[in-house]
């Protein structure tokens, strides 16, 4: 089980959102490759997709990698296996990978599949279609060679019986980070974007989304242009937080549009986040909306509506840097 915890290194966090300059030319395997994931298990995923950058892999193995270990090795209740399921006690997970090219796919309300970022793999690959869903995407899956077993932990299941006691829908802004009980880490999806040696794009997103949801709900992260958009041309962008957000203004695609029309990536997440507020002032202080982006210059910034997003980014200097955005709010507020 992997302690997110053990991963928020004081001498690892910047203040303020970083744009980061391209790699030198020059450098060791993979020059100007580079892979950055949303919060402190991106240290540990990026380690996991940077061997495929470094022996000069496409971009798109690279994030299914490092979603891969995501799903199956990191033990965390908003991605992979040991999510927390729906207020049924169902537990549902959704995923969506993206090329540069435009191609992708997605899977959503998949149930009992450990690796939902390959099948939704496989659905852009393999069908002309973007998203399958609920028993459809399981039915897909298992013809495509995909194990079916149960997944939900003997801890989640715990977790849904003590929640049913009072059966109260709450999400908190980071409350892990800010040492308060209940609902913790309820909205962390993990976002994934690269750009490898050839200078090709690609991103991925893979969750178990909030944790006591209404059966049969979908977030951002299986939603193209929502919670992932990439673009060969201009960049990637990716989203954390509260997913119906990033769908009501299809957020990473105007993150993405942003930087077109000369933004850096930090300014691009700074302005989808003022369009967020602008547009629902009445939800600002009590949803969190994180958004990283990535440019073709390798460029990298941040920015988070209230305090406490953190990202991490690796390149070919073996650099595993763990840094918190910029955020609206200096403090959370509740």
């Known amino acids: 089980m992997t302690d997110r915890r053990q991963f928020l290194q004081a001498g690892l966090l910047a203040a303020g959102a970083l744009s980061l300059p391209a790699m030198r030319a020059g450098a060791a395997s993979a020059p100007g490759a580079r892979v950055v994931s949303t919060w402190d298990f991106g240290v540990p995923a990026n380690q996991a997709a940077w061997p495929v950058l470094a022996r000069g892999g496409t971009a798109l193995d690279a994030v299914e990698t490092g979603a891969r270990w995501a799903e199956s090795e990191l033990c965390n209740p908003t991605v992979g296996h040991c999510g927390n399921p729906d207020r049924d006690g169902v537990l549902t997970l959704d995923a969506s990978i993206m090329d540069g090219d435009g191609r992708c796919g997605s899977v959503a309300a998949l149930e009992d599949i450990l690796h939902p970022i390959s099948v939704a793999r496989r659905v852009m690959e393999k069908t002309p279609h973007v998203m399958l869903v609920g028993e459809g995407a399981q039915q897909f899956a298992i013809a495509e060679g995909f194990e079916k077993k149960r997944l939900l932990t003997p801890q989640a299941e715990k977790a849904w019986r003590d929640w049913l006691k009072t059966a109260e829908y709450k999400p908190e802004i980071n409350a892990e980070r800010r040492g308060q009980p209940g609902n913790k880490d309820n909205h962390d999806t993990i976002g994934m974007l690269a750009i490898d040696a050839q200078g090709r794009l690609a991103g991925a997103c893979t969750t178990s989304g909030m944790a006591w949801k209404m059966h049969g709900r979908v977030g951002d992260s299986p939603i193209i242009g929502a919670g992932l958009y990439v673009d060969n041309e201009v960049g990637a962008a990716t989203a954390s937080g509260v997913g119906e957000e990033m769908i009501r203004n299809a957020a990473s695609f105007l993150v993405v549009e942003l930087m077109r029309q ?51 980014v690796c390149d070919a200097g073996k650099r595993e840097d763990l840094r918190e955005s910029g955020s609206v709010y200096t403090t959370t507020q509740s």
């Open 262 to 312: 000369g933004r850096s990536p930090m300014d691009a997440c700074r302005e989808a986040i003022d369009r967020v507020v602008r547009k629902r002032p009445e939800a600002s202080k009590n949803l969190q909306v994180c958004f990283l982006a990535l440019n073709k210059h390798g460029e990298v910034g941040a920015f988070a509506l209230h305090r406490g997003f953190v990202y991490a």
